[in-house]
């Protein structure tokens, strides 16, 4: 059974620095990872995604501040967030796929974490 299991989600005073984890569980041949976020009352969207090799994509929203790794050895990715802002408030979930890329149309993702709360406050 493959499980993804998220962490460092907390509650940080806008400025402020995260940095989640994600690790995966029960397989060898994940491909891509990234993490999605959800606010409430707004449809879930793709933040960062991060090919096998290491190649990584952001939304607009999160370029500059956010940066997306993995190691490969501990099949774990991790999301850095830093200078964060009252609208990166969500629920962020990890995304793991077979597929090369994780596109924004979440076609491509296998597995879902169960998600962790960041809560951005002034």
């Known amino acids: 059974q493959v499980r993804l299991v998220e962490s460092g989600g907390d509650s940080v005073q806008t400025g402020g620095s995260l940095r989640l984890s994600c690790t995966v569980s029960g397989t060898f041949s994940i491909n891509a990872m990234g993490w999605y976020r959800q606010a409430a009352g707004k449809q879930r969207e793709l933040v960062a995604s991060?090919?096998?090799?290491?190649?990584?994509d952001y939304a607009d929203s999160v370029k500059g501040r956010f940066t997306i790794s993995r190691d490969n050895a501990k099949k774990t990715a991790y999301l850095q967030m830093n200078s964060l802002k009252s609208e990166d408030t969500a629920v962020y979930y990890c995304a793991a796929s077979y597929s090369p890329k994780i596109s924004p149309g979440a076609g491509a993702v296998d597995y879902w974490g169960k998600g962790t709360l960041v809560t951005v406050s002034s």
């Open positions: 991060i090919t096998f090799g290491g190649s990584a």
